[in-house]
């Protein structure tokens, strides 16, 4: 079993940033991908930014320019550091981790609200 831990979220104001962090325990022997996605109200929920273990990173065009996923392979923990947010940032953003054999292991979400 993978339990997975996101912390960072919160209320910011537009152009604010946050960072967000989620640490993977558990039965991990290989990660091959870590990300982050989102769920708005009433929407789908949707990739914001992956990370595999070798560092290399892919960012949906929501946030490409303002974001940067990074991963920590000792701890087994992946941040995302968001710029200059904006209102429509507002949604449930969610860990995933894919490790190699096991599949996919989703977190709890962490809210992050952009208002003024």
């Known amino acids: 079993q993978v339990h997975l831990v996101e912390s960072g979220g919160g209320l910011v104001q537009p152009g604010g940033s946050l960072r967000l962090s989620c640490v993977a325990s558990?039965?991990?022997?290989?990660?091959?991908?870590m990300g982050w996605y989102r769920q708005a109200p009433g929407k789908g929920r949707e990739l914001v930014a992956t990370?595999?273990?070798?560092?290399?990173?892919y960012y949906a065009d929501s946030m490409k320019d303002r974001g940067t996923i990074s991963i920590d392979n000792a701890k087994n923990t992946v941040y995302l550091q968001m710029n200059s947010l904006k209102p429509e940032d507002t949604a449930v953003y969610y860990c995933?981790?894919?490790?190699?054999?096991?599949?996919?292991?989703w977190g709890q979400g962490t809210q992050v609200t952009v208002s003024s």
């Open positions: 990370i595999n273990s070798g560092g290399i990173a």
């Open positions: 558990g039965s991990i022997f290989s990660i091959n991908t």
């Open positions: 995933k981790v894919r490790v190699t054999g096991f599949g996919d292991y």
